[in-house]
């Protein structure tokens, strides 16, 4: 049978950041599937990943990322994909919520290392 994933039907629940949300809806060593929402005038931490590519498509929003210092924004229907090593944070500098999918792979367990 097959499984059907929502919001209120995910594997894992999960906040981060500045009160934003995520719901996980794939979780293995290789691949992970999340939702996440990012409030108004949130963003995250510059990070890389020696090992995962992350791809984002965003649902609802604007989103803009920093990556290796370039930045480039992203409206509704439009994706970026992030590679090993490279220096990245997504922000929402937008006055409405930010929502995206986000597949890692592999997945970013014990992958992510924060430049402080």
């Known amino acids: 049978m097959n499984t059907v994933f929502s919001?209120?039907?995910?594997?894992?629940?999960?906040t981060w950041g500045d009160d934003c949300h995520g719901w996980t809806f794939v979780d293995t060593?290789?691949?992970s599937v999340k939702q996440e929402l990012m409030?108004?005038?949130t963003a995250e931490k510059l990070h890389y990943h020696e090992l995962a590519t992350q791809f984002f498509f965003i649902l609802k929003g604007r989103a803009k990322f920093t990556i290796d210092g370039?930045?480039?924004e992203l409206r509704e229907q439009q994706a970026i994909q992030i590679n090993p090593n490279q220096k990245h944070f997504i922000a929402n500098d937008q006055n409405t919520d930010l929502e995206f999918i986000l597949y890692s792979y592999p997945s970013t367990k014990n992958d992510r290392i924060e430049i402080k």
């Not at 919001?7 to 999960?14: A, F, I, R, V």
Request: glycine share 6%.
């Open 7 to 14: 919001k209120g039907e995910c594997l894992e629940h999960y």
């Open 39 to 41: 409030p108004p005038d």
């Open 29 to 31: 060593d290789a691949l």
């Open 70 to 72: 370039s930045v480039t």
